[in-house]
């Protein structure tokens, strides 16, 4: 028996170092040393790993001082889109951009700098839509009334949450330079469809202070606006979900054909 053990021992210590005869301990390691061999090594695997470990601040974004702030922006327009004013935070708004929560207060101060921001981007938009269909409407005095009506009411509808907070003095800071340009801009073309029923000539930014404008053009901008205003804020407040969406069209172009009239000269 101790012989055919040491011929077993031999044939393993041959395996090992290649015909030599081997302590029978050899002989059992040898093919643990193999299976090592067959693993792959993880040195290399490990210093990778340790290239490529991500540090504390790793998922904040890095930006140029203005891409910084329009980033904010964008995140701050989705936060309020998704979530309403009510879950709107500026902690929210540094998450999504991928930043530190200090980011916002750094350029904004506050909540309230942010939501200013935002209402100039949606006075912005605003006059975009208006000035799209006022230049389809062409100069039809009717149909550039109607279409007053549809930008603004469908600026409301696309945008519900903008149209929310850019009329409340106490959520944005009116007296902002940004969103007073932003919301002159819309208040131009706004007067100037009405300037145009009056067959008067348009204004500009130098002249569109309402101290600066006739009485009848004044009485007229309030007529005017407080009609697409208060439909569009009816609609986004859901008041008027009972009217098909059809009929409520046909109603608002029939208004519109209605009031243009009574701002013409007789």
């Known amino acids: 028996m101790a012989k055919a053990t040491s011929n077993k021992g031999s044939r393993n210590g041959d395996a090992a170092v290649g015909g030599a005869a081997a302590p029978a301990t050899r002989g059992v390691t040898a093919p643990k040393r193999r299976r090592n061999r067959a693993l792959p090594d993880c040195t290399a695997a490990a210093a990778a790993l340790r290239d490529r470990e991500v540090p504390k601040d790793a998922t904040k974004q890095s930006y140029h001082h203005g891409a910084l702030k329009e980033a904010l922006v964008a995140a701050g327009e989705a936060v309020l889109a998704e979530r309403g004013l009510q879950g709107f935070t500026l902690r929210e708004c ?13 350029h904004f101060g506050d909540v309230r700098g942010l939501l200013t921001e935002i209402a100039a981007r949606g006075f912005a938009q605003l006059t975009k839509r ?26 409301a509808e696309a945008y519900p949450e903008h149209f929310r ?59 005017a606006w407080g009609y697409v205003h208060g439909l569009a804020h009816l609609k986004v407040e859901g008041q008027l979900a009972m009217i098909p969406k059809a009929v409520l069209k046909d109603a608002m172009v029939s208004a519109a054909r209605r009031l243009g009239p009574l701002m013409r000269p007789r």
């Open 130 to 155: 208006l000035r799209t269909k006022l230049r389809a409407a062409g100069a039809d005095l009717d149909a550039q009334f109607i279409a007053t009506a549809e930008a603004y009411l469908g600026f």
């Open 165 to 223: 907070i850019m009329f409340r003095s106490d959520l944005v800071d009116v007296c902002e330079p940004n969103l007073i340009r932003a919301a002159q801009q819309t208040f131009i073309e706004l007067t100037n469809v009405i300037h145009r029923q009056h067959g008067e000539p348009e204004v500009g930014v130098e002249v569109v202070e309402l101290r600066l404008m006739s009485i009848p053009v004044i009485d007229d901008i309030v007529l």
């Open 94 to 106: 540094a998450r999504r951009a991928g930043v530190s929560h200090a980011a916002p207060k750094h």
